[in-house]
């Protein structure tokens, strides 16, 4: 269990795919360009065994901001996309309508 302080640590917001292409030399990463209102974020997500590059851009995906930099194969990732696991496959999470990139989940 955590407390209701320790989520509230959590920075969830809305980011919408800019641009998508597979991380070299890999089978499951992806590097993703996503904008997030104030700023743009690349985020690596291993998900290109699920979904082809193009069909990301446009996507709105939350995203967990406030998690530290980690480098997958050479590519520094600034946050994490939240997805369901389904026997071991992401699927992924929309708003059920478009809203601001940045918008805060809470």
Sequence with gaps: MITFNDFKKLELRIGEITEAERVPDTD????????????TRQIVAGMADTYEPEALVGKQVPILMNLEPK????????GMILAVDVDGKPVLLHPDKKVPPGSVIR
Aim: a positive charge; glycine letters at 10%; charged letters at 25%.
């Design 28 to 39: 499951k990463l992806l590097k993703l360009t996503i904008n997030v209102g104030t700023e």
């Design 71 to 78: 480098t997958f194969r050479g590519v520094e990732s600034h």
